[in-house]
Every structure is written in structure tokens, then in C-alpha cells.
């Protein structure tokens, strides 16, 4: 039977990844019954809704039965995050459905032949230089969700110069987690939050980069090790056995004769890297043009879209494979679809029983009578732990920073420390939790558990947080300010 093309979700990595977020579903749940309702009163500050702090009561638990528990992932398509879950959903679709459409095609194959080519052959320079490109997408602009077309990409050349797909995701969107985390112009962290404390905007910059240039090279490292360990006993990889027959089917090809014969594409190609360049164009605008900012995700499936599926009817390939491979990457995705629906359906538990504001206040409890480092620490945690729920980082941002403020004065941290602490908390646990939906696609679209992707990771955390805890102590420790 012939392959299908483009990514296909594995039945074990999707039926694991349904348990653990059915668990989280009725965890949540859980504490819906268990934890007194709440709320904090809210008012609109420059065109946001923002917590009014020491304005928390206890109020009567909402009528929430148990059945709607499970009912949650659908709701969420009526709630009010409907249309970023929604415009998640398609995103996903178009995505998988181009790639699927370049892979058939040997539009993808041939692309990657060339960028091999022009590094000539010094590929851990190559996995350096692509991981410090993704980290920088991610601490300057802020991207995320849009680097994910790139993944699948990051994934075929890994298993073209005889790595897996870990390596794949390392250097493409762990690389640009790691960059949004340690960020140094990010406006969805670093912007909002400094703004929410009324720091000038990008201020404390120079404490940033000895912040990412450590970040940077410790993924660098943990990458290039690892890399290095499978290329020297393949049987070593997470997912050698997922994973087998994709890797044999780009090693073995000749990179030198692909890049040779590549011109019978060349108006694939042509059309293709036009795309690709309005597509890098939107990710780099978008931060600095409101008008693009709300839409740049949808735009950037639309045009990573249009440009995979025309440049594979530009090649020799009959329309009807074409058409065949588009339909292989949409199904071969679809599965990923209600695991989307399912992790956001945990935000919406706890906001519906009431309880959203009682875990937050309850929190930040404990910073009021902290010192000034174990506050710092707290803020980071308490992002952590509000991640869980809550995955927009401007989101989570309104939602926490009025009420961390004023306790941070209190206690003696800078509102700039405060900032750091929360950024922090906010980015790296983006690569952790099953409820992020980023996490979640990508995964999908390398056929990677989440068992072992937290099998891969745990090293690098072990390593990237005591790391952070000793930049927010020295933080501290010099007064870190402005203010």
C-alpha cells in the first residue's frame, strides 16, 4: 500500500494525549466542587478588562453539573475563546494539507537538498544557526503559534541529514519557546506586562541578554548533544521505532543529485519562496501593526496554504495526486482536532464553576508576606501554575499583573523583577503542558507522543530553571529596575 503523504497523527501518541487531558478535564472539575467560588471585580482600562486588586469575594457556586464536564470540549466552540480555538482548528488544516501537498510534489525534498548544499555539509553548524534564527523569532517578535509551518519543514530536514523528529521540534519550536521565554523585545510578554506596570516599554533590556545569549547556548548544546548521539547509534532515539521508515526515506537520498535536477521546479519553487517571504513578512510586521497582529495567524495559514498547494499544481505531478495528498494531510491531521478542543475545555471548566479567580487569589496570598527573593520565586510559580489554564500570554497578563503589582511593591521586588518573573513563568511552560495547543500540533505533526517528548525535554529543565531562578535572584539581589 502506498504511503500517505504529509504528517499523520500516531493512534498511540493521540489515544495517550486523550487520557491525560481527560484527567486534567475532570481534575478541573474536580475543583469546581471543591474550592469555594469567587471573583474579582473587573473594569475596562485603555481598551482592556483588567482586575480591580483587593476586590475579591466569595460569591454562591454557579449551577455546574458534572455531565457539562465533559461536554466542555464542544461548548468551548460557543464560549468566548471560540474563534482563536476555531481559527486554531483551520490553521492546523491548511498547514498539514500544504506540507503533505510539498512532500509528494519533491518540492520539500528538493528545498532542503539546497539548504544542505549551501552549508556544505557542516550540518551542527546548520542545527546551531537554525535554532539561534527560531529563538530569535521568539524573543524579539514574539511569534509562537505562527513559526508552526515551519515545523514540518525543521522536521524533514532533521531526518535528511539522519536525525529524528525530537530534533526536528528542538530546533523549531522548542528553540523559538525558549526564545518567547527568555525574551528581549517580546511585545506579548515583555510589552504587555511592562506596560500593565507602567515600566517604559523594552526597558532593563541589557539584563535580558546575558539572559538569552545562556538560554541560547544551553539549547544549542542540549540539540547539537543529542544529535550527535543518535547519528552515532540510531537504535538511541526517543522515537526510533515511530519514526523509522520517514527517517530511511529522506537519509538515503542523494542531496547532491536532488539539488542538481531541482530545476525541473523551478516555478514551484519560484512560487513557493514568494509565499514563504509574505509569510516571514507577516510574522516580523505583525507585532508593530494592530491591523495585522489580531489576523496574522489566519494570514499566515492562508498564504503558507495557497503557496504549498499551488506550487505542488506548478510541478509535473498529475492534479489528481495533488489533490490526493491534500486530502492525505488533512485527514491524517484531523485527529489532532478534538485534543485542541479538549485542552482548551480545561480553561473553560474552571471559569465556568467559578472558581478561576479563587485559585489566582488564593496564589497570590502567599507573596504578601514573602521575602523579597521567595516573592520573585512566587510570581514565577504562580505564572506556572496559571499557564495550566490560561495559554495566551497577553491573556494571562491582565488577568495577573494588577494583582502581582501592588503585593511585589509591597514586599520590596521591582515591578521590572516582577515582569521577569512572570515572563518566565508564562514562556518556558508553553513546552510542558498537554494544554497547550502549539505543543499539541506540533506533535501531531511529527507522530511524537507526549510521553516521550517530556522524555526528551526533562533534561533541558532541569537545567533552564535553576538557570532563571539564579537570573531572577541576581535580579533581585541588584535592585533590577528601572523601578
Known sequence: MEAKSGAQINTKAFIQSVII????????GVLTRVLPAGSYTRNEVDGRVVIVPDSYQVTDHPNYPVWRWFTAPVEVLGGSDALIIITIMVFILLVAGAFAVMEKSGILTAALARIVRAFGGRKYLLLVVITGFFMMMGAFFGLFEEVVPLVPLMIALAYFLGWDALVGLGMSILATNMGFSAALTNPFTIGVAQRLAGLPMFSGFLYRVPIFLTIFAVTAIFLVRYAKKIEKRPESSLVFGEDKVVRAKYSNLDLEKIAANSGGLKKASIWFVVFIFLVVATLFTSPFVPAISDYALPIVGILFFIGGLGAGLLTDQPKKTVWKALLDGVLGILPGLPLIMMAASIKFIITTGGVMDTILNTASLSLSHAAPTSAAFLIYGLALL???????????AVLMMPILLPLADLVGVTRQVTVLAYCFG??????????????????????????????????????????????????????????
Open 386 to 396: 496559571m499557564e495550566l489554564f490560561i495559554g495566551s500570554a497577553g491573556a494571562k
Open 21 to 28: 487531558l481527560l484527567v486534567l478535564m475532570i481534575t478541573a
Open 426 to 483: 508564562d514562556g518556558f511552560s508553553n513546552m510542558v503542558y498537554p494544554t497547550s495547543p502549539v505543543l499539541l500540533i506540533s506533535l501531531g505533526l511529527a507522530a511524537v507522543s507526549f510521553g516521550k517528548w517530556l522524555k526528551f525535554t526533562w533534561k533541558i529543565w532541569a537545567v533552564v530553571v535553576p538557570i532563571t531562578l539564579l537570573f531572577l535572584w541576581l535580579a533581585v539581589a541588584i535592585g533590577y529596575g528601572p523601578f
